[in-house]
């Protein structure tokens, strides 16, 4: 038998959602630097779940599915009221919430793509909700309902703030949303592969899956991207800071991948937004501080920023709290999570890898009173 330590470069499915080849990404054969540039959130997500871009009617029809659920039951708010216990982090929050979502769905067809794209729509619109209204309950605060007219993009900093949201901070947050939204067998989306191909239901694989992007080596790292810019502090910190943590043998995070070897595609156009972003707010250290840290690394390990490193500055200077960026990722990865779910089931197989056993062998069993 031979083994490839974390799956390396080990093909396991086929799909027909996203690609990456030569550094290249796309969705549906869409290039990123295309949908980002030009799409919105709410269209790569149907492109994701129907595998082609809606037309004008198409898109209306399914921003308003998404607008109409885009509430709470009375029950579930008291319920997320609740979850606000001290120094609860918000993933853990968001991966108990969409696992409780499964109890007001009293329906069983979950191998039903019909049922499964309203359970989407749902979903994907309920956990703008959740993040959104739970933030402003941890501050005391009353939720905000979202308004027709806005984003998906829009809507969720409009309920998160409580204010209007300029056209640069809509299209900057409509861009992240676009480029976090799939990327192939990520350890996510792996994950709620894995859990849906026993013909478990789209909940479990959901929570399955916030739990496995919650890691600092995955989705996690845009957070801990943040602490290191603050410890940082100042651009003159920022060498003497990375120096001594590579010394040390620490990771950099939200530098180097998996896939990604040159440079991930995504990057570049976070990195614009941050550097806009933060100019407009007068917070330009920060995208400063990232590009002397995004420099170093490649020069000296040869390592590029991946997609958690500029969202990191940006989403701060959006105003965004901080232990709240992995579960924005959370929220655009839904969309991706589910069109491989939706894939799995279409031509479902159980998936059961084996594994090579190097353990202790013939031992001779021995009564407890006697080991
Ligand atoms: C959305 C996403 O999930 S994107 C990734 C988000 N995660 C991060 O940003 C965390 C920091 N990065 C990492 O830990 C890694 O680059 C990963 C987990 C993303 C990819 O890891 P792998 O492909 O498994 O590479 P692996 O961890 O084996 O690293 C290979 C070598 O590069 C080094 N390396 C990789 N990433 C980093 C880093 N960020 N900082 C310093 N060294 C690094 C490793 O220490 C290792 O060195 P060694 O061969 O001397 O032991
Ligand atoms: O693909 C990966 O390994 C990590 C991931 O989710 C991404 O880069 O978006």
Redesign the pocket.
């Known amino acids: 038998m031979s083994t490839s330590k974390?799956l390396?470069g080990i093909i396991v499915a086929q799909t027909d959602i996203t690609s990456i080849e030569k550094g290249k990404l796309s969705y549906v054969g869409y290039s990123i630097d295309d949908l980002a540039e030009q799409a919105s959130f709410e269209e790569v997500v149907y492109l994701l779940w129907y595998k082609q871009l809606p037309n004008e009617d198409a898109l209306h029809k399914f921003k308003a599915q998404l607008f109409d659920e885009m509430t709470l039951s009375p029950s579930f708010i008291e319920q997320l009221k609740h979850m606000h216990i001290e120094n609860a982090h918000p993933m853990d929050v968001l991966r108990t919430a969409v696992s409780m979502l499964s109890l007001y769905d009293s329906e069983h067809d979950h191998e039903d793509r019909d049922s499964n794209i309203d359970r989407a729509i749902r979903l994907q619109a309920k956990i703008a909700m959740i993040i959104t209204a739970f933030h402003r309950f941890r501050n005391g605060l009353a939720l905000i309902e979202p308004k027709q007219e806005l984003s998906y993009a829009e809507n969720f900093l409009y309920m998160l703030h409580g204010k209007d949201v300029n056209s640069l901070e809509s299209k900057a947050f409509n861009k992240a949303l676009i480029l976090h939204a799939d990327h192939e067998l990520?350890a996510s989306t792996f994950t709620a592969r894995v859990c849906v191909a026993t013909l478990s239901d789209l909940y479990s694989g959901l929570t399955a899956a916030i739990s496995a992007l919650k890691g600092?080596?995955?989705?996690g790292?845009n957070e801990q991207v943040i602490k290191m810019l603050m410890e940082i502090e100042t651009t003159d910190a920022a060498i003497p800071y990375v120096k001594a943590k590579?010394a040390n043998k620490e990771?950099?995070?939200?530098?180097?991948?998996?896939v990604y070897k040159e440079g991930d595609p995504r990057a570049k156009h976070l990195k614009e937004m941050s550097k806009e972003i933060t100019k407009q707010k007068d917070m330009s250290q920060w995208y400063e501080i990232s590009e002397k840290i995004e420099n170093y690394?490649k020069e000296t390990?040869g390592?590029p920023a991946?997609?958690?490193f500029y969202s990191a500055s940006m989403y701060h200077a959006l105003g965004i709290p901080h232990d709240l960026f992995t579960p924005i990722f959370a929220m655009s990865r839904t969309s991706g999570w589910i069109a491989h779910m939706l894939e799995q089931y279409a031509n479902n197989r159980l998936i059961r890898p084996r594994a090579e056993y190097v353990g202790l062998e013939n031992q001779t069993f021995k009564p407890v009173n006697k080991r």
């Open positions: 974390g390396e990520n600092p080596l995955h989705g790292a590579i990771k950099i995070m939200g530098m180097g991948h998996r690394v390990k390592l991946n997609v958690d």
